[in-house]
């Protein structure tokens, strides 16, 4: 049974939707991150939270904005997205934002852009 | 920054006989390389971590070795089970703490 939980599951929406991706994490973690994971490609890093502040964003287009609002949440905003966004995106957290520490990830959402 | 290089894509054996997955990393500042299982529908699982202070680590029928010098590291899987099948990816952690993931191995283990 995994510590962080994603919701929902899977999404469809239009390229005009404005939808949001939930993850909460239960470990008592102090970071948090957004991966997407597209076919046949590496697990993409997205954005990176650190006790609640944004630490680092991979180049992400502005169409994907992220908030955390306590170490326990995070949220990915979608909005006006494009077909080849769609992918499966994952939530991970670990104990601190540093060398050696595990990440644990949660199912993910499967998102699918019409 | 980190490319990490894995091999092979794909993976076919026999249950009951071993299979090794390798990995090649870049950046020689990395210190700890973790593998992680990802099962149909779910989110990865971390399996086995080492350290770059260790040369191999074992937990039952898995193990992972390092070569620092080459720069190089492999999970090993003893007595495969049907149960085993799932895509591998290995991953190093970089001098700015992030995560640079290898493209996964997908491991068909056949009854």
């Known amino acids: 049974e995994t510590g962080v939980t994603q919701t929902p599951r899977h999404l469809v929406m239009g390229m005009t939707n404005k939808k949001s991706l939930k993850c909460e994490q239960h470990?008592?973690?102090?970071?948090m991150y957004w991966y997407k994971q597209s076919a046949k490609k590496p697990l993409e890093l997205m954005f990176v939270?650190?006790?609640?502040?944004?630490?680092e964003n991979n180049s992400v287009p502005s169409r994907f904005s992220p908030e955390c609002p306590n170490s326990s949440h995070l949220f990915l905003h979608l909005h006006t997205l494009q077909p080849e966004d769609s992918a499966l995106y994952l939530c991970a957290s670990s104990q601190d934002r540093g060398l050696n520490q595990p990440q644990h990830f949660g199912d993910g959402t499967r998102l699918s852009i019409l | 920054g980190e490319n990490v290089e894995q091999h092979p894509s794909t993976l076919s054996v026999q249950e009951g006989d071993s299979a090794v997955i390798k990995c090649t990393y870049s950046d020689s500042a990395s210190n700890y390389f973790p593998w992680y299982k990802q099962e149909l529908g779910k989110g990865p699982q971390l399996i086995i971590d080492?350290?770059?202070?260790?040369g191999e680590k074992k937990d039952q029928r898995i193990a992972v070795t390092l070569n620092k010098t080459a720069k190089h590291f492999s999970l090993h899987i003893t007595e495969t089970q049907p149960e085993d099948s799932a895509v591998y990816f290995c991953?190093?952690?970089?001098?700015?703490?992030?995560?640079?993931f290898g493209k996964g191995t997908m491991l068909l283990v056949s009854p």
């Open positions: 991953a190093a952690i970089s001098k700015r703490s992030t995560l640079t």
């Open positions: 080492i350290r770059s202070n260790v």
């Open positions: 470990l008592g973690h102090n970071a």
């Open positions: 939270y650190s006790l609640e502040e944004r630490v």
